[in-house]
């Protein structure tokens, strides 16, 4: 086996070594899957590729899949094209997924990331079978996971069995990078003792009762690269306008230069608005996180950030290469969490965190929606976003003022989904500027975002409809015939454009 | 002095005693005040009246007015009269106040009752003047607060002057009741150490800047009794649909015959749902409220509840007098704490608290809106119930199924407002059932709800929505043409059934 016995430290479980279709075939219809993964990072890759290489199309094969987050490899894709899903959570951001889901060919269920493994742990939900990538099994049967936690301390404490796969091309480098935290049941816990963003509260591995591990599985396919686009004019504006209004509360002693520990969204945006504090005076910097992406080394590289928590790195394939090339560099300055303590309430809040997640929409009263294309379409979920807005110091919601060429405005009257309420958004941004929305009454908030956020062309229109709502009172005026009037217009005739609807 | 020697303990502080109106000459327009109260217990009585009577109708005088929630003895009402507001934050309860946000007279802030604290501690929010009721001061200028705490701690330490309100009418039995703790910033923050809801984690009173303290003026005005109205047959019901499920919960093992520490929001619902705990099997029970009103004491007296932490205790006429006559039988078992504690998500979601709130409305995917009237109109506010709901073990709303004899359903296909997600609603009860959402999709909550909960008046019209809005897809489907048009059909035709609207 050779540089087998060096990823299976424990000789006891050396013999547990089978195929993926072997594994594979112990998965029965109607059992719930708890899969490793976080964003594109650490997932499976082989058990799931060989059940669905079995079970195509099986008419009577369901399962339920858990997970962290978002999977990468197409392993998302292929579930929904197999047809063999009853129901998937707490997140998800394939294409082929979301239509799925929003055909309705099986059910979706978007949850707070910090939520799931209390569910998993209080029995409210179940798992059948953990399937964990791992970078390697140490003597004492410790299970160390690879690119990301996700769920995966909560699955292999909880399902009744357990399949490793061993992914080769997954450094061991990574090894001693990870802090595993379990608080407990709720009721019996003890405060989560961590109070820096370095603090090592737990163990480097995922203590498992051996017995559980029903099979080892080698594997070598590297994590899929992180798909983000690199900066554009417009975020890198937003960038500049993120930071004027950071400098701003340095300059009113609400903030040191150090900021305070950054904790940015999954995506394009929110990776190149962290990426434009490159240019910022501010230093020293810490980020407490669920994933890292490029713009993290980045400013690690320019010594701008001295540490950053995380609960997975999702890498484009270039900063994957160089990153692990150089690791020596990185390795004191990174540590990896389960994302229930990266997204936890209790952390969060202690830490005081400065928190970026972007916005589908946002409407003139700072209501947020994440998450739903015209109120019902699913995009791929909440996230950690309410995990960090409630709780963080700042919270901070990024989004371009308008899109498809100006065919749809990203702030309007009232947003058709909420996923994060006006008490709950702190500051709105967009390439236009910024709205601090902090202490605001409703009726304040109202001329900021439109006049600070909103673009030039949709600006008269929202006044518009705010003016007609004063008439008829309230803490949040509204005209409920015309609340959703955006959207029912750029439903049927592709614009949010009044002028156009009236032509039509 | 006589018995003024025993409420002012610090000698120092004896020549400070003032009458209310000299209290109330040093309000300057432009102050920002922070008064005492919560909820109608503990508020300060005197200096506002003394303030109102100053400067009522004066017209270039303002002041914001922040306090811990609601006030009792009218204080809202006569600020709200004599129109001297600028802001009012963060919660209320008072139907002339209520008007005039409505009319947009002055300006109301709707905050989550765990965040004002740090608004203030950070310096996002600024207080002038803290007004604070108390039942003594001590040898070394402690503060103790009387019947409630709210954010007096957080008013003490950041406002630039304090003037204390010392209530001859508060027992001084009070004492010793209290337990306050102040977390420090964010950032250079410990775990705040409570694990039990009977955990004494700080100091019996305020520990005050004695320099700060600029007049004290004597009081004997008791606080208002509460207003909640006896249980009625409909309430009685709810509590028994909620003891149902409560039930199931012990029997599967995921609750013992103790539950978990009840939390249960202000007014005559949630105390009658509590009140029915009364002819439940439960006992040893514990609460970690905000609010202690009638039904907590009751099922202290039937050996029902051990212990109760609070911040306030609001209590009818009777009660009141009862519980103070024998004040002995509850001492033990009573604790106060400010509300950014009784509040904490840190705490709430370490302790597990089985969290029960009023709904206005909520809609078929267990959206739910507590505060505003047909999307616009402000009734209360939010207040703990966002702490509880996102961070409880059981998050549980309830409401009757229909209002003003069924011309209002409440239970809609798209609330109006939204104060809490699908994501933060565990369980909705009416008094026609209870639907357990949890680990649900969107499309398996509607059946449950329409079946269990909604009015059997409404319930083919809420599953015509559905099923013409399925027809659109989505993974919440909606059809937006007509998502409000229930409110809007009301708004015009004074009631929510369809027939009607079809007549007119």
């Keep these: 086996m050779g540089n087998y016995e060096e990823r299976i430290r424990n000789e006891q479980l050396r013999d547990r070594v089978v195929t993926a279709e072997e594994a594979a075939s112990w998965i029965e219809n109607g059992m719930t899957l708890g899969l490793s993964g976080f964003t594109r990072a650490g997932d499976v890759k082989a058990v799931p590729f060989a059940l669905v290489n079995r079970v195509r199309e099986e008419e009577n ?35 082929t997924m979301r239509k799925g889901i929003n055909k309705g060919d099986f059910l979706f269920v978007d949850q707070h990331l910090s939520h799931t493994s209390e569910l998993i ?15 390697s099994i140490t003597e004492d049967g410790m299970v160390i996971p690879t690119t990301s936690i996700g769920n995966s301390l909560s699955f292999a404490l909880n399902a009744k069995s357990i399949i490793i796969e061993l992914n080769m ?28 963003s370095k603090d090592r509260i737990g163990t480097i591995g995922i203590p498992v009762d051996m017995n559980k591990i029903r099979g080892i599985v080698f594997t070598d ?88 928590s995380c609960c997975s790195i999702t890498l484009s394939e270039e900063k994957m290469k160089t990153v692990f090339a150089n690791f020596d560099q990185y390795r004191d300055k990174l540590l990896m969490r389960p994302q229930e303590i990266s997204n936890h309430p209790e952390i969060i809040r202690r830490l005081g965190l400065i928190s970026i997640n972007t916005a589908l929409e946002f409407d003139i009263y700072g209501n947020v929606n994440s998450t739903h294309v015209l109120g019902s379409k699913m995009m791929n979920g909440i996230g950690g976003s309410g995990d960090f807005a409630r709780n963080a110091r700042l919270a901070i919601f990024v989004t371009k003022s308008i899109a498809k060429d ?68 309230g803490q949040t005026p509204h005209i409920l015939e015309k609340a959703l009037s955006w959207h029912i217009n750029f439903a049927q005739n592709g614009t949010m454009l009044e002028k156009v609807e009236e032509l039509v």
């Design 221 to 308: 396919q590297l994590d899929s690269p992180s798909t983000i686009v690199p900066p554009d004019e417009d975020t890198a504006i937003m960038a500049g306008h993120l930071i004027d209004f950071l400098r701003q509360e340095v300059e009113v002693g609400r903030l040191t230069n150090k900021l305070a520990p950054l904790q940015s969204g999954i995506g394009s945006v929110a990776n190149a608005v962290l990426h434009g504090m490159l240019d910022s005076d501010f230093e020293g910097l810490e980020v407490y996180s669920e994933v890292l992406q490029d713009a993290v080394f980045d400013l690690m590289d320019a010594g701008k950030v001295d540490f950053a």
């Design 169 to 196: 091309s997954q450094s061991l480098q990574l090894e001693g990078l990870h802090d595993l935290y379990e608080p407990g049941k709720q009721g019996d816990r003890l405060p989560i003792p961590l109070t820096k």
């Design 406 to 473: 100006g065919a749809i405005s990203s702030i309007v009257p009232f947003v058709s989904h909420v996923d994060h309420t006006e008490h709950d958004v702190d500051v709105v941004v967009t390439e236009q500027g910024y709205a601090d929305l902090r202490g605001l009454a409703p009726r304040e908030r109202v001329e900021l975002i439109i006049q600070n956020c909103a673009h030039p062309m949709y600006r008269k229109q929202l006044l518009a409809y705010y003016e007609e709502a004063k008439t008829r009172g």
């Design 121 to 135: 742990r209080s029995n409210v939900m179940n798992v059948d079978l953990a399937i964990l990538e791992a970078v």
């Design 61 to 95: 094969f369901k399962v339920n899949v858990y997970t962290g987050a978002s999977l990468g490899s197409d392993v998302d894709k292929l579930f929904a094209e197999a047809g063999i899903l009853d129901k998937r959570l707490p997140f998800q951001a394939d294409p």
